[in-house]
C-alpha cells in the first residue's frame, strides 16, 4: 500500500494559519489524497480530499504539488477546537486505506 | 443519512472470553465497510473490510474474526479475547468513488 509520512506533531497559535504537510512520493495516478481529523476519543472525521487541483471547502484547503508527491492541509485561522491528530491518506483503487500515526496538532490560546 | 452505529461505546472484558462488536449503517445499500482498531496514542490498523454480504477479507492474522450477515451489518467477532486485543475499535463506510470514510464513535475495550 502507498504511504503517506507527516510531521509527529506541530503547534499553532489560535487564529493564524496552519499549515499541515505530508509527503507521499510512491503516490500512483489514481490515487486520492484524503485528510481526516480525529478528536479525543471519537472516530476520524473527514476534512478534505482531492486528486490533481487544489480543494477549498468550508473547513480547510489543500494544496497538491505539481508532481502529486506531496500536500499541505491548510487551516486558514487555527481555532481550539481544531486541536487534533491529523492523518493524510491515500485512497487507492482497492479501497483500502492504511492510516500512519498522523500530526498531533496543538493550538494555543 | 450515512450514519453509522456502533455499541457499545465501552466494554471490559475478562481474558479468554468470547466478543460481539456490531455495527449497522444507514444510507446507501452495498456499502464498503471496514473494521479498523486503534492502540492508545497510535493510528489506525486495518483488520477486516467488506465489499457485500458474507464477503470478508483480513488483513491482520490474528484471534478475532468479521462477518457481515446483512447488507447493512458488520460483526466482528472473538471467541477468546487476549490482552493485546485491547483498543479502540472503528467501523467505517466507504462513500461514493473517491473513496471518502465515515467512521463510527467505535468502542474502547479493554481486556483485564
Known amino acids: 500500500d502507498a504511504k503517506t509520512t507527516q510531521p509527529n506533531s506541530m503547534e499553532s497559535n489560535e487564529e493564524e494559519p496552519v499549515h499541515l504537510p505530508c509527503n507521499h512520493s510512491?503516490?500512483?495516478?489514481?490515487?486520492?489524497i484524503h485528510w481526516y481529523r480525529q478528536l479525543p476519543s471519537q472516530g476520524p472525521e473527514y476534512v478534505i480530499h482531492g486528486l490533481t487541483s487544489n480543494v477549498n471547502n468550508r473547513m480547510a484547503s489543500l494544496a497538491i504539488a505539481e508532481d502529486r508527491k506531496s500536500s499541505t492541509l491548510i487551516l486558514h485561522r487555527a481555532t481550539l477546537r481544531d486541536a487534533a491528530v491529523y492523518y493524510c491518506i491515500l485512497e487507492t483503487n482497492a479501497g483500502k486505506s492504511t492510516f500512519g500515526d498522523g500530526t498531533t496538532l496543538t493550538v494555543k490560546p | 443519512s450515512q450514519t453509522i452505529h456502533q455499541w457499545p461505546a465501552t466494554l471490559v472484558q475478562p481474558v479468554g472470553s468470547p466478543l460481539s462488536l456490531e455495527c449497522t449503517v444507514e444510507g446507501t445499500s452495498n456499502p464498503n465497510l471496514y473494521w479498523y482498531r486503534q492502540a492508545a496514542g497510535r493510528g489506525l490498523q486495518l483488520l477486516f473490510y467488506?465489499?457485500?454480504?458474507?464477503?470478508i477479507s483480513s488483513e491482520v492474522p490474528q484471534n478475532l474474526s468479521a462477518s457481515r450477515p446483512q447488507d447493512r451489518q458488520f460483526i466482528l467477532s472473538s471467541k477468546k479475547l487476549l490482552l493485546s486485543d485491547s483498543g479502540f475499535y472503528l467501523c467505517?463506510?466507504?462513500?461514493?468513488?473517491?473513496?471518502?470514510?465515515?467512521f463510527g464513535s467505535g468502542t474502547r475495550l479493554t481486556v483485564v
Open positions: 467505517a463506510r466507504e462513500e461514493g468513488p473517491s473513496g471518502v470514510y465515515t
Open positions: 510512491t503516490i500512483s495516478g489514481t490515487d486520492y
Open positions: 467488506s465489499v457485500g454480504i458474507g464477503q
